[in-house]
């Protein structure tokens, strides 16, 4: 079953709904405000939450809008931060992003990286005192969106076994690479480290969902598919080849830990649990190239599209076909757009119950 059939079947539980990606926009907002968050960070978060959830990224996007609201209320992370850059070289920047939401800090780094990369064709910028970020392809999308190639990264509280490990080690560790296509949407990754990000066990918790095979142990370190005995991850490759994904696990946690000073997954203040007014002390990092420092735009271009055009051209399986990294987001951000963005049950409910503790006007199920 593909993913947008499964949101499509999702729609059809008891207590679901579908809502327009304006009127969650709004609501975002509302209640991050609410919450005591200034407008630009407001502003961000919705973009990053609602673009996740129009990509079909519903693990990382809008559902977690509860949890950010009570981090900001609860004093983890500032709701109006004073964020610093420094230029640090003639590419090279660092933003001290003052305990902000990770989504207000990851749109000004990789804007501060986009313009270094004007001047020198590469802008890479170490981000120190952040939160969780929500999706990295909100960052690198931006920076397709906006002409250049773009890599984010992230580490996160332990979560996923090192490979032959017993217990939790690395974090999720996400990681996120974009290039602006010239007519379409841009090629994009948008992946964690881990055989499945840890927001999408909470998802399937919540709807009581059994879980794929072999991606999670309990905690006795026996494979599972109960997402509520889930004890730790496997890293992308599973049992077999697992070195793999610790490996890039690895390679962010230099990024985004090394190149900040920031915790390391295995020190970091775990997400879901208090006291929410410990900040967890977050690194990321952003990268942003020019093409054209390094090649002329139009045969950039032209070598993107003889890749695209070729890959997707493969032969394929019996009732598939063979798609570039972004085309099933950019199918599902299409159905969306036009139909509106399933929230489960338990969020519709949840939903609900902010507009009512803070005299915020509901959603409108479409």
Partial sequence: MSEVAGEQEQQQEPGAARVAAGDLDRFVRAVLAAAGADEASAEATARALVGA??????????RLLPH?????????????PEMRFEKTAAAAGRLDADHALGTAAGYRAMEEAMTLAAE?????????NSSHFAAAGCYTLAAAEAGYIGLATCNATSAVLAHSGREGFHGTNPLSFAAPVAGERP?????????IPMNRILQYRALDRELPAEVVVDDAGRMTRDPHAAKSLLPLGGSGYGYKGAALAGMVEILSAGLSGMCLSHQMVEM??????????????????????FVAEDIFQAQLREYLD?????????????MAAGDREWAVERERSADGIPL???NWRIF???????????????
Avoid: C, N, T
């Fill in 53 to 62: 959830s129009l990509r079909g990224v519903d693990s990382h996007g809008v």
């Fill in 187 to 195: 090629y994009l990754i948008d992946m964690a480290s881990s055989s």
């Fill in 344 to 346: 489960d049950a338990p």
């Fill in 310 to 322: 070729s890959l997707r051209g493969q032969a394929a399986l019996p009732g598939e076909r063979v």
């Fill in 352 to 366: 609900g119950e902010l507009a009512a503790a803070r005299s915020i006007e509901p959603l409108s199920a479409l």
């Fill in 272 to 293: 879901f649990q208090p006291p929410w007014s410990e900040p967890r002390r977050l690194g990321q990092f952003f990268l942003a190239l020019k093409p054209s420092a």
């Fill in 120 to 128: 020198a064709g590469v802008g890479a910028v170490s981000v120190s």
């Fill in 68 to 80: 950010y609201a009570k981090v900001v209320e609860g004093g983890r992370v500032k709701g109006r």
